[in-house]
């Protein structure tokens, strides 16, 4: 009969665990063609409330949602004009920089009279918002992938889950090949290797996988956390682009949404069931993020190397 090692009796991790504060980034908070011209929105990210709109010249902003007159909330019923956004309290109109530029029943304007505009970057099919908790400028901007604007490759299709857990323990998969074994049931550990590059920033990992029919090549990039692109080679002319963001709704829940393209060359013969293989395998990975807890100090063994690699480099992404 095996001996049971007795250890001291905690409180549950799942009622005491505390994830990371929200690590800095662009995040995609919409799909471009989900917000026309002159839309108002409100929305709930990095644990924040916020206005979403796109003015008539078609300029995507996000701003802090409430007016500093009488704190009416911008992104219910407000309402656009031309290139700016009116209160619906009383409406005052703030540009997309945030500066008040018109009171309707007043000539003068407060100088106070302003809500704070956010960092904002329209490519590749999304809209992305840049967060730093300290209020720091953009260190970097978003790479345009030629692939959403090439006429060698497929429509995109969108997918997008809300899911109860950490953006960082999701985007950690990324770099995770031992779990391709044991979450996706693929007979063996497909071989990988991490690199990252001089400036320390963009991660990425490489692996040839001989254990699923074809056989493929993978390179995945992460540009910041919760923002990769995965490229996957089948053969010559036979490629697919898995381009994803995952929005901090708060420090317990995140959206993530997920792009997919292909080659025209494997569009109409096996573009679909490459994509829903996809789409199939990120259906496997809910069950994991919805119930894990974020482990602060893993317990790694000696075999988790890029695992390992992943936690330095996402440290920088944090300002605490």
């Not at 000539?107 to 809500?115: F, H, K, L």
């Not at 770099?175 to 071989?191: E, T």
């Not at 109409?268 to 993020?289: K, Y």
Request: hydrophobic share 40%.
């Amino acid at each position: 009969m095996n001996q049971i090692t007795l250890m001291p009796l905690e409180p549950c991790e799942s009622r005491t665990t505390r994830n990371p504060s929200i690590p800095i980034g662009w995040y995609a908070i919409s799909w471009s063609n989900e917000l026309r011209r002159g839309e108002v929105k409100p929305v709930t990210a990095f644990a924040r409330e916020l206005v979403l709109f796109r003015t008539r010249s078609g300029k995507a902003v996000v701003q802090d949602p409430y007016c500093p007159h009488m704190g009416a909330h911008l992104g219910h019923e407000g309402r656009v004009v031309g290139e700016s956004i009116a209160c619906p309290f009383h409406g005052w109109r703030f540009d997309a920089s945030g500066a008040c530029v018109e009171i309707p029943y007043c000539a003068e304007i407060p100088e106070r009279a302003r809500v704070r505009a956010w960092h904002v970057h329209e490519v590749n099919e999304m809209v992305f918002v840049w967060y730093h908790p300290g209020g720091a400028p953009p260190a970097w901007q978003v790479r345009e992938l030629p692939e959403f604007t090439s006429p060698d490759w497929s429509e995109s299709r969108h997918i997008e889950f809300d899911i109860p857990v950490h953006v960082q323990d999701m985007c950690e998969n990324t770099c995770d090949p031992v779990h391709f074994k044991y979450v996706h049931k693929q007979p063996d550990v497909p071989p990988a290797e991490v690199d990252i590059d001089a400036g320390g920033r963009i991660m990425t990992m490489t692996l040839q996988n001989r254990f699923v029919e074809p056989p493929l090549a993978l390179t995945a990039t992460v540009h910041n956390i919760g923002l990769a692109e995965v490229r996957t080679v089948y053969g010559p002319g036979a490629q697919m682009l898995t381009y994803s963001s995952s929005l901090p709704v708060d420090e317990n829940r995140t959206i993530t949404r997920w792009s997919l393209t292909v080659t025209n060359a494997i569009v109409d013969m096996a573009g679909d069931q490459h994509i829903n293989g996809i789409i199939a395998g990120l259906q496997q990975d809910l069950p994991i993020w919805r119930n894990k807890v974020h482990k602060h100090k893993p317990v790694f063994c000696k075999a988790d190397t890029s695992l390992v690699q992943f936690r330095k480099w996402a440290r920088q992404f944090y300002a605490d």
